[in-house]
């Protein structure tokens, strides 16, 4: 695994607002990207959950459209 960063709520929000008003990236996308990637995050990581049901947790903040993609 990567040794990335670990950012703030805040942080992410302001990077997001950046990436949507100064990149021109629509949320909806961004929301995609992101479950795409942990998706095949966790299939690298565990290649027979498919054959398993799997319960997502969405916390506060506009989680659940993210949880839902």
């Avoid at 008003?21 to 690298?44: T, W």
């Amino acid at each position: 695994m990567n040794n990335l960063p670990i950012l703030s709520c805040e942080k992410l929000q302001e990077l997001d607002s950046y990436t949507i008003k100064n990149i021109g990236i629509p949320q909806a996308a961004l929301m995609e990207e992101a479950a795409e990637r942990v998706f095949n995050a966790v299939i690298s990581d565990f290649p027979d959950i498919l054959t398993h049901k799997i319960l997502i947790f969405a916390g506060c903040g506009n989680n659940g459209a993210d949880s839902l993609c």
